[in-house]
């Protein structure tokens, strides 16, 4: 089952998305650059991420001693992944980013996590860097931010959970 016919009716005949054109921050784009960011991650999900599905959960990360091993797949997925502009989509022009609605990029994200949802498509690393940019320094903002946004580094998280433990 293809998740693009839901995509496109949820943004474009339900929510309106091209509404937002009128807003001066989104005003450079149209359906057709949403359509090609929806196309774009459609495309990277299904040759980059669905083929290794399975793999990813079978073969699970291991530390040799030195460093974390993962299967290769985990590895030219995230590089597509951060190569595609996706870890940046709504982040201003001037930083590197498509200024797209968030709206957009949650719905191309989704392609990621129904292709796998093991290999994952930078939540966490876009979430940090954006909390960064709200809240942080200059230099975190140029030094880790933008390293996050760019696929350099990986942004994480850190629970606790009492009753676990932690």
Request: aromatic share 10%; hydrophobic share 40%.
């Amino acid at each position: 089952m293809s998740l693009r016919p839901t995509v496109d009716f949820l943004l474009h005949d339900w929510l309106k998305v091209e509404s937002l054109q009128s807003r001066e921050r989104f005003a450079d784009h149209s359906r057709e650059t949403f359509d090609a960011v929806l196309d774009t991650c459609e495309r990277i999900a299904r040759e980059k991420y669905a083929p290794f599905n399975r793999l990813v959960d079978t073969q699970e990360p291991h530390f040799d001693g030195e460093k974390v091993i993962l299967p290769q797949a985990t590895h030219d997925a995230y590089k597509a992944y951060a190569e595609s502009g996706m870890l940046s989509a709504a982040q201003d022009y001037e930083i590197g980013g498509m200024q797209l609605p968030y709206t957009v990029e949650a719905a191309a994200n989704a392609f990621f996590a129904m292709a796998s949802v093991s290999i994952g498509s930078g939540m966490l690393t876009s979430g940090n860097a954006n909390l960064l940019m709200v809240h942080g320094t200059d230099l975190q903002k140029q030094v880790f931010a933008a390293n996050e946004f760019s696929g350099r580094f990986s942004g994480t998280m850190c629970l606790s959970e009492p009753q676990a433990g932690s």
